[in-house]
């Protein structure tokens, strides 16, 4: 994979590079938050993975400008911050996971191997139906609705993965909070429901229902037909 290091402690940063350039990946550091910042804005990274206190830009404010723009590129946060709050708000912003300081490099591997799995879920013919107008090629994983390509973060897929795979399902906030997240309990905040908000914005067709339907005081159920 072509992964993009954004990193200012030298020593770590070293660490970093050789261990996953070990692995065959393609390895670029930076420890400037506005140099990384440009980085993270050009297409063709797999991953990167991105400190959160930086000189010039903090990662948070990276990956805010990055999904303004539409660039869905998988991020994974390092950071000394262990605080749920912060967690969670790199987890709002758009961050797909989140290491805090000090963690084992073999474990961030294996993140970032998960990370790229989570981008390429069950083919189309796994699901039951798909909604009329919609194709989901398995290998690069893209979805078109209407012959228009639809850009997905890795969350996203899961997130609509997830829905296509339990059609008129009712899922709690609790259960997406898990599947999705890997947080096995509700923190309070409104990540759930900003992921919802985003994933509609992409898949659901203009002046009509929402597919994804709200079901009051119980959580969110798949709707094929709208």
């Not at 506005?34 to 990276?62: C, H, N, Y």
């Not at 012959?147 to 997130?159: I, K, T």
């Amino acid at each position: 994979m072509k992964l993009l290091v954004v990193e200012d402690d030298v020593e770590l940063a070293r660490q970093l590079e050789a261990e996953l350039r070990a692995e065959g990946h393609l390895v670029t550091v930076k420890s400037d938050g506005i140099e990384a910042g440009r980085e993270a804005l050009k297409l063709g990274w797999d991953v990167i993975v991105m400190d959160v206190q930086l000189p010039s830009a903090t990662g948070f404010q990276i990956i805010e400008v990055m999904r303004r723009k539409k660039i869905e590129t998988p991020v994974i946060f390092l950071t000394a911050r262990g605080d749920v709050k912060d967690r969670v708000r790199g987890l709002s912003l758009g961050g797909d996971d989140y290491m805090v300081k000090p963690f084992a490099i073999d474990e961030l591997k294996a993140r970032i191997h998960a990370l790229s799995r989570r981008s390429s879920p069950g083919k189309a013919e796994d699901y039951a139906q798909l909604p009329a107008g919609w194709k989901i090629n398995a290998f690069p994983r893209r979805l078109s609705i209407n012959g228009q390509d639809v850009a997905l973060a890795p969350r996203e897929w899961s997130l609509l993965d997830l829905f296509l795979s339990h059609p008129g399902q009712i899922m709690t906030k609790n259960f997406l909070l898990d599947r999705v997240w890997g947080i096995q309990f509700d923190p309070g905040t409104n990540v759930v429901d900003s992921m919802i908000c985003r994933l509609r914005k992409k898949v659901d067709p203009p002046g009509r229902s929402s597919h994804v339907e709200t079901v009051r005081g119980r959580g969110y159920r798949f709707q094929r037909d709208v």
